[in-house]
T-cell receptor, first 113, second 112 residues
Framework: ETGVTQTPRHLVMGMTNKKSLKCEQH?????MYWYKQSAKKPLELMFV???????ENNSVPSRFSPECPNSSHLFLHLHTLQPEDSALYLC????????????FGSGTQLSVL | GENVEQHPSTLSVQEGDSAVIKCTYS??????FPWYKQELGKRPQLIID?????GEKKDQRIAVTLNKTAKHFSLHITETQPEDSAVYFC???????????FGAGTRLFVKA
């Protein structure tokens, strides 16, 4: 499959669970991003990795922990989430130089009970 | 902080009419302005973009205009079709940076 692939598509978890979101890009890009999309709010940038180094961390609570083992894979580890963390989590990738055209995955719809 | 304001939040037009969505940005260093379309249940996809050295760009039925002095940019869709119904996001970023600031989105309904 080409493009940006995210798994799982849907996730329901309790506040005490630990889960991970996975993103894989097949575009040869060097930068990967996590965005949070909540209803009626702008897309919120959470984390950016460029060449596997974290270059942006937008004051995200520590219950969200990103991991970028290589330029093609990005994870978001979740633990002790709150109900207000329920949202669509989108992964994206781009060329490393210049945060320009973003290619998004289909997202993981997360519900925290 | 940096922000992008987008209006209107909802827009309903008759098929064949034009639709205009407007955005303003606060960071004067912004020099790249993409527009993304997100259909229901799907991923956002880039539909058109414009850089600060250009005032207008057109691609078939869609066009973007940029006024750097006023920090305004707009999306124009002509001869709208039902498949244009979606949420449209404007955004602003700076070349070499890694932060794209998005507007809150405009939900466009095109009535057949």
């Amino acid at each position: 499959e080409t493009g940006v692939t995210q798994t799982p598509r849907h996730l329901v978890m309790g506040m005490t669970n630990k889960k991970s979101l996975k993103c894989e890009q097949h575009l040869g890009h060097n930068a990967m991003y996590w965005y949070k999309q909540s209803a009626k709010k702008p897309l919120e940038l959470m984390f950016v990795y460029s060449l596997e180094e974290r270059v942006e961390n937008n004051s995200v609570p520590s219950r969200f922990s990103p991991e970028c083992p290589n330029s093609s894979h990005l994870f978001l580890h979740l633990h002790t989430l709150q109900p207000e963390d329920s949202a669509l989590y989108l992964c994206a990738s781009s060329q490393a130089r210049g945060h320009e055209k973003l290619f998004f995955g289909s997202g993981t719809q997360l519900s925290v009970l | 902080g940096e922000n992008v304001e987008q209006h209107p939040s909802t827009l309903s037009v008759q098929e064949g009419d034009s639709a205009v969505i407007k955005c303003t940005y606060s960071d004067s260093a912004s020099n790249y302005f993409p527009w993304y379309k997100q259909e229901l249940g799907k991923r956002p996809q880039l539909i058109i973009d414009i850089r600060s050295n250009v005032g207008e760009k057109k691609d078939q039925r869609i066009a973007v205009t940029l006024n750097k002095t006023a920090k305004h940019f707009s999306l124009h869709i002509t001869e709208t079709q039902p498949e244009d119904s979606a949420v449209y996001f404007c955004a602003a970023s700076t070349t070499g940076g890694f932060k794209t600031i998005f507007g809150a989105g405009t939900r466009l309904f095109v009535k057949a």
